[in-house]
């Protein structure tokens, strides 16, 4: 079993940064395929940035567009997403998520082949 509690949401003024962080109890993390997805009300989730179990490579949704980072460290048993040049746009609740295997797909998999979610962090950027 594997929890993720995610901080480092708030209240940004476009064009500013946030990095938001995921921390997770449970073995072998190591294993894990995780990601970052976002929601806002009325919407579907959607995939934000994800790191693949089986060779940690990135993947990215075309609005990010350079200007988030997605990073995993095994020892701390923690993820992050550095996001810069903020958007109105990027206002959602931002969720951490795990699974493992990564699903065999390529680029960002679907939000329901995830296993693994935390709670949400917010994240609200003015114009």
Request: aromatic share 12%; proline share 5%; glycine share 10%.
């Amino acid at each position: 079993q594997m929890q993720l509690a995610e901080s480092g949401g708030g209240l940004v003024q476009s064009g500013e940064s946030l990095r938001l962080t995921c921390v997770a109890s449970g073995r072998n993390f190591h294993w894990y395929g995780v990601g970052w997805f976002r929601q806002v009300p009325g919407k579907e989730r959607e995939g934000v940035a994800v790191i693949k179990s089986s060779d940690d490579s990135t993947y990215y949704a075309d609005f990010v567009n350079g200007r988030f980072t997605i990073s995993k460290d095994n020892a701390k048993n923690t993820v992050y997403l550095q996001m810069n040049n903020l958007k109105p746009e990027d206002t959602a609740v931002y969720y951490c998520a795990a699974t493992v295997p990564s699903p065999p797909v390529i680029g960002i998999p679907r939000y329901t082949l995830y296993a693994f979610w935390g709670q949400g962090t917010q994240v609200t950027v003015s114009s």
